[in-house]
Structure formats: C-alpha cells, structure tokens
C-alpha cells in the first residue's frame, strides 16, 4: 500500500473514532421509546399519525412471532419487488 493508501486508512479510522460517540448517544435517545431528538418536532407527528393508522401501540412490546412474521413478509416483499425491478428474462436457445 502506498503512502496515499496509509493517509486515507487513517483519516477513515479518525472519522470513524470522532463519530461513534455522538452517534451512539443519538441512536440511543432515537431506539428508547421514551428518549427525545432534536429531529422529534419535525418527526414525531408523522409517527403518531401512521401508529394511529395501522393500530400500533408503541409502548408495547413485539414478541418474538409477530417480528419473525413482520420479516418474513418484508423480505418477501422486498424480493418480489427487486425480480420485478431487474426485468430478469431467461432464454433457454
């Protein structure tokens, strides 16, 4: 590895070591359901309106079933619509 290389490893971990601090305290205030942001004014009325919308109570807890069940329907959702995307036809000459 050259000297450019070595220069921009480290610039990479340095950013990366002044970010993780800050960025742990945000991702814990935004993960705890009682923590507030400074994005929380903005956000905050969206989110009350789609639990409202799709009966979510956001103080209660997701078992284990309803996750497993909430992934399995967003991955497959995901999967059909990335087939859709790609357009993928196979020819068989």
């Not at 991702?27 to 789609?50: A, H, S």
Request: hydrophobic share 45%; aromatic share 16%; proline share 4%.
């Amino acid at each position: 590895m050259n000297i450019s290389g070595w220069i921009q490893l480290v610039f990479f971990v340095g950013v990366l070591l002044l970010i993780t601090k800050p960025l742990g305290l945000y991702l814990f205030q935004v993960l705890d359901t009682n923590g507030r942001t400074f994005l929380d004014p903005v956000i905050k009325p969206f989110e009350r309106l789609t639990y409202r919308l799709i009966s979510v109570d956001p103080q209660e807890k997701q078992g284990w079933i309803a996750y497993t069940i909430a992934m399995l329907i967003f991955s497959m959702c995901r999967w059909f619509s990335l087939m859709r995307s790609c357009d993928c036809k196979i020819s068989y000459h």
